[in-house]
């Protein structure tokens, strides 16, 4: 089973998760998977970065944001969470 939250962000701009949807990634584990499409409205034919169990592979960059209560994700530690899950 595969559960997929999908995020659409400018290149280089941080990835946006709720509070609800980082306690539903750290809940689910490797069925939680994040896919990210970078520029969606530019790109005719976007290919997302898809990354299993998010919460642990960006835990160490993730930023609270406590008065919106959501995580921004940095653009640079989500590329590099798909690199290295592709090794």
Known sequence: MRRIEVKGRRRGRPIRLT????????????TYWLY????????PDPVPLMICNPARRL????????????YDLPAAAVEQAARQQEE
């Open 19 to 30: 509070t609800n949807e980082w306690y539903r990634a750290q809940q689910l584990g490797d």
């Open 59 to 70: 835990d160490h960059a993730k930023k609270e944001v406590a008065l919106s209560r959501y």
């Open 36 to 43: 990210v499409v970078w520029d969606p409205l530019d790109d």
